[in-house]
């Protein structure tokens, strides 16, 4: 496997790897790496589907990429999918899934097309006060000493960051600035997160700085991502003929190591309350998508809150990784995440509108009509003086494709489960649905006597709780978690969030689908590059923009500088005058 950039390889369509037709490919789960890399084998592997296997220990496909109504309890969505245009790897995979929407279109020509018609952009980030704007004004906030804390662990290298916490390196001048508010609500980081990954994050998304404030970085599909996304997967798998078993828990793998050589030989799993096995020869490829981030997740109802299960039980994804860890030391280090979900849960809500008495309170703050099919919020809206760090979004109508016309569907989520709220004065881990969208409506502005009755009238919220939502964010090191393809494993590899691969940060689809297709072009030998993390961290030209749309559009001239700094500006100043290096300053607005 190896990595490349550029027209040439994108287009190109590799050869038939020798003897794939011997083959077999088993997957532990049906997430968007799992379902990825199966598209991979198809396409590029050439691997006939019928010898392709899933177990999934769920009804459904999907993972954590979910969407479904609930007979009786109603609309429920755990999360919705930030975008970007530089997610190399799944766009390489969905121009080549057939759209379930459209005849004779791709999911990627769907996908480009909506988002050119219909960009993403918000016009209003953030309330505050009951509903009234906080006018962040697209503003980082940031002072000159806030920005050397940002820039200062841009370059720190990763081993000095290893089991390091965010708050090693941010005090109070990055975390009480409109970044930290805009970051942290975006990508539910929080404090005690780790700093490798907020590093790599700032690197990955460089080129999107200035699009942060605002969301024009972002894009979104049509509809939630089980149907946008899973489904057209999934048909196309069936159409070539792969295999899925749902209700079909994994209970164990066991390994074969002579030396530095893994072989998987055997996967135990459970069907009907009956337990089963098979035998893995060399030529059969096990996928496994070990932890995950939705594990133990629990839906409560209008009138019922969530459980908050933490106990890791067999046949989850994180038994299963330790049960595989205890065999080798390149299997990583679970606990490492799932020890702790006090620190790495938080909680989602989907409000179903079911009248339009709710509606003109959300326009007022969004400034659109939620009706119209196109961009509504265009993003979160953060209620920036709320207890439980409430956020909330409305994408494009209908969410699903069987939703009433005349029905809105709202992404609620607080990063904090654990306090009480503001106007329910109860932990959001305790609430039913009611009383989260009645903490939303106070937060909106509906007055305090017509709260109750629209909650319980005029919507229907599911709460969700995701006991290990942020797992992958607990600081870690090299090592805590496996290697897509461990040295000498033989025949199999570790996809999703919690598999090691270079560059690429995590809570993305991306990283799943990139997962994916460096264990399929590593294990079948793909003759083809897979795209590389897209490089604008090497590209000084995002470097300058970022620099200075950081500083709100002040230029480096502006900085506070004593005397000898003073000094050696003008000197080097002095230098570049006339050359290229100052025409590039002056353009990017350094100068
Ligand atoms: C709330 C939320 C918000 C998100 N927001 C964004 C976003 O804004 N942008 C973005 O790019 N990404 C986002 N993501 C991330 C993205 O959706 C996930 O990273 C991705 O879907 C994970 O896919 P996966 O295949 O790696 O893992 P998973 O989806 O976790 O798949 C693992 C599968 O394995 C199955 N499984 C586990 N153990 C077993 C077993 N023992 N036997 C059988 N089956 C088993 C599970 O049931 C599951 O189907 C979000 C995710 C969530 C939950």
Not at 41 to 66: N, S, T, W
Not at 150 to 166: A, C, G, N, S
Request: net charge negative; charged share 25%; hydrophobic share 35%.
């Amino acid at each position: 496997m190896y990595y490349s950039s550029g027209n040439y390889e994108a287009f190109a369509r590799p050869e038939k790897p020798e003897g794939v037709e011997h083959k077999s490919a088993y997957f532990i789960g049906t997430g968007l790496g799992a379902l990825a890399a199966g598209c991979f084998l198809v396409r590029d592997a050439q691997m006939p589907g019928k010898h392709i296997h899933y177990f999934e220990k769920d009804p459904v496909p999907g993972g954590a990429c979910d969407g479904y109504k609930y007979p009786g309890v109603g609309y429920v969505m755990r999360g919705g999918r930030e975008m970007d245009n530089h997610f190399e790897c799944m766009w390489d995979l969905f121009r080549s899934i057939p759209s379930i929407e459209t005849e004779g279109v791709s999911v990627l020509d769907e996908y480009y097309w909506l988002n050119k018609k219909d960009p993403n952009f918000s016009l209003c980030r953030a309330t505050e006060h009951q509903g009234q704007d906080a006018h962040t004004e697209n503003k980082f906030n940031l002072s000159d000493k806030a920005q050397m804390e940002i820039m200062k662990l841009y370059f720190t290298p990763d081993e000095d960051l290893y089991d390091k916490k965010i708050t090693d390196f941010f005090d109070d001048e990055v975390l009480n600035s409109n970044f930290w508010m805009y970051w942290r609500t975006m990508f539910a980081f929080a404090n005690w997160h780790s700093a490798l990954e907020m590093k790599l994050y700032l690197k990955r998304f460089v080129h999107h700085v200035g699009g942060l404030p605002d969301f024009t970085a972002l894009r979104f599909t049509r509809y939630n991502q089980y149907e946008s996304m899973i489904l057209p997967m999934v048909k196309y798998l069936e159409a070539h003929g792969v295999q899925f078993h749902y209700n079909t828990k994994v209970t164990d793998v066991r390994f074969e190591i002579r030396g530095t050589q893994k072989t998987a030989r055997k996967v135990v799993f459970e069907k009907d309350g009956q337990q089963d096995e098979i035998d893995l020869t060399e030529e059969d490829y096990l996928f496994i998508t070990n932890g995950g981030n939705v594990e133990n997740s629990s839906i409560g109802a209008q009138d019922k809150a969530c459980e908050f299960k933490t106990d890791i039980q067999p046949g989850g994804g994180w038994d299963l990784w330790r049960r595989i860890a205890a065999q080798d030391p390149a299997f990583g280090h679970p606990d490492k995440f799932c020890g702790n979900p006090e620190k790495c849960n938080w909680m989602s809500a989907t409000v179903n509108t079911l009248d339009q008495k709710i509606i003109p309170y959300i326009k007022k703050i969004c400034r659109r009509d939620p009706f119209t099919g196109g961009v509504v919020t265009g993003g979160i809206v953060t209620v920036k003086d709320s207890s439980w760090l409430m956020s909330w979004t409305i994408n494009r109508q209908p969410q699903f494709r069987d939703q009433p016309k005349d029905q809105c569907l709202v992404w609620i989520y607080g990063l904090f489960s654990d306090r009480p709220g503001d106007y329910i004065k109860k932990p959001m881990r305790d609430c039913t649905g009611k009383e989260i969208c009645e903490e939303w409506l106070y937060h909106l502005g509906v007055p305090a006597d017509q709260i109750e009755d629209l909650a319980s009238h005029s919507a229907n919220t599911v709460p969700a709780m995701m006991p290990f939502v942020s797992s992958f964010f607990m600081p870690r090191r090299a090592g805590d978690r496996p290697d897509v393809v461990p040295e000498g494993a033989v025949n199999f590899a570790f996809l999703g969030q919690f598999a090691e691969t270079k560059r690429d940060t995590i809570f993305t689809t991306e990283y799943s689908i990139r997962t994916a297709m460096e264990a399929v072009y590593s294990l079948m030998r793909v003759d083809r590059g897979v795209p590389e993390v897209w490089g604008s961290t090497y590209d000084v030209r995002d470097l300058l923009a970022a620099t200075i749309q950081l500083r709100d559009g002040r230029p480096l001239t502006d900085m506070k500088m004593d005397m000898k700094q003073k000094i050696a500006l003008k000197e080097a100043l002095k230098k570049i005058e006339g050359t290229d290096v100052e025409k590039l300053l002056k353009e990017y607005h350094v100068l």
